[in-house]
Each structure stands twice: as structure tokens, then as C-alpha cells.
Antibody, heavy 120, light 112 residues
């Protein structure tokens, strides 16, 4: 059974870089050419797609975050990662990683999410 | 760019049927698949409908999806409402012009 787990610091200072890792278990991150995505949810608000990666390196990013985001993969550890630079308090959110089974936004498996606060 | 607009909240009684709308602001709703997610408080979202009307295994057939080109909207219908259906529901679709996956603002369903 496929499982995803986010990990990383729960507190980041303004202007610094937020770095999170998603560990995939129960299947290879290389299998079946799925997309792998990061999605976030500010407290009390809705979902926002951050970016997706497939084929171990091809990436799509949200236009509103594109200048600050990068997603990468470590196939040896079955992990993919998110870096978001120059963070502000507006980046405070629960960050989810997810699998996109149809490569069209059908996120069928999600991690439990990790809360990241941006504060000095 | 387009936006997906959902009602902020809906409420209905147990056993009844409710429909949650998702209206696309520009471009045809039929241009790209619509997916629907359920999010209970304190939990991750789960997919309940994908590709407009397909139901993942394990999702009850009380959940159904449709699109209506005349109103340029998608709809999630839940019949035989149960208290466990109380959750936030989000629609989502793909914006090919900006290579962006767009979520609706979410609808809070209350079953009372």
C-alpha cells in the first residue's frame, strides 16, 4: 500500500528557504510514470497547488510561485523534495505531498501534511 | 487564467441529496477534467471523483459527478447523506494556458 510522509522544519524565518521532503513507501517513485506533487493549505483556507514532478525530473510549477520554487527527486532514497525560497508569513501553511495517478491532477494518495510556520 | 467558484457552504438533512457546484470563470468546463476532493477536519484531502464522473474504488456510489456546459459548471452530488459526509469539498481542474492546477475555494457541507 502506497504511503507518503512529509518531513522538515516546522519553523522557518522570513527571507529564508523552506525545505521539505516527501518519503514514498510501498512503491517505487519511478514506477508507472506518475506525477508527484506538492500542495499547501494556509490555516483556515483552501488548497493551493505548488508544483508537480514526473519522470524523475520534469517539473511544472504554479505561476504565482514559480520564481521561488524548486522540486527535485532522490530516486535512491525514494524521496522527492520541495524548496521554497524567500519565504514570508504568507507561506505559513500545512504542506502536503501527493501522487497524481492520472497525470492530470487526480491526486489519489496524500501524505498527512506538515505544518510550517514562517516567523522570526 | 480561470477561477473555479464554489458556494461557501451548504447544509442538508441526513438521508437527503445535496449538490455542490463548481463554476469555471472562463473557458469551457468541458475543456479539462474536473476532480473532487473531500477533506474532513484535521485530515488530508481524499479524492471522491476524478475525471468529471469517475469514482475511485472504495468511494460509495452515493457520490457522483457531472458537468453542465450550459452553466459552465461541474457538480458533485451526494445522495443518502450521512453525518460522516460532513466535510469540506474542493473541485479542481487544469489550466492549460498557464500549466496550472486550479482548486476551487471549497464548500463546507453540514449534515444536520
Amino acid at each position: 500500500q502506497l504511503q507518503l510522509q512529509e518531513s522538515g522544519p516546522g519553523l522557518v524565518k522570513p527571507s529564508e528557504t523552506l525545505s521539505l521532503t516527501c518519503t514514498v513507501s510501498g512503491d517505487s517513485i519511478n514506477s508507472d510514470h506518475y506525477f508527484w506533487a506538492w500542495i499547501r493549505q494556509p490555516p483556515g483556507r483552501g488548497l493551493e497547488w505548488i508544483g508537480s514532478m514526473y519522470d524523475s525530473g520534469t517539473t511544472y510549477y504554479s505561476p504565482s510561485l514559480k520564481s521561488r520554487v524548486s522540486i527535485s527527486v532522490d530516486t535512491s532514497k525514494n524521496q522527492f523534495s520541495l524548496n521554497l525560497s524567500s519565504v514570508t508569513v504568507a507561506d505559513t501553511a500545512v504542506y502536503f505531498c501527493a501522487r497524481d495517478v492520472t497525470r492530470g491532477g487526480a491526486f489519489d494518495v496524500w501524505g498527512p501534511g506538515t505544518m510550517v510556520s514562517v516567523s522570526s | 487564467n480561470f477561477m473555479l467558484t464554489q458556494p461557501h457552504s451548504v447544509s442538508e438533512s441526513p438521508g437527503k441529496t445535496v449538490a455542490i457546484s463548481c463554476t469555471r470563470s472562463s473557458g469551457s468546463i468541458a475543456s479539462n477534467y474536473v476532480h473532487w476532493f473531500q477533506q474532513r477536519p484535521g485530515s488530508s484531502p481524499t479524492i471522491v471523483i476524478f475525471e468529471d464522473k469517475q469514482r475511485p474504488s472504495g468511494v460509495p456510489d452515493r457520490f457522483s459527478g457531472s458537468i453542465d456546459s450550459s452553466s459552465n459548471s461541474a457538480s458533485l452530488s451526494i445522495s443518502g447523506l450521512k453525518t460522516e459526509d460532513e466535510a469540506d469539498y474542493y473541485c479542481q481542474s487544469y489550466d492549460g494556458s498557464t500549466l496550472n492546477w486550479v482548486f476551487g475555494g471549497g464548500t463546507k457541507l453540514t449534515v444536520l
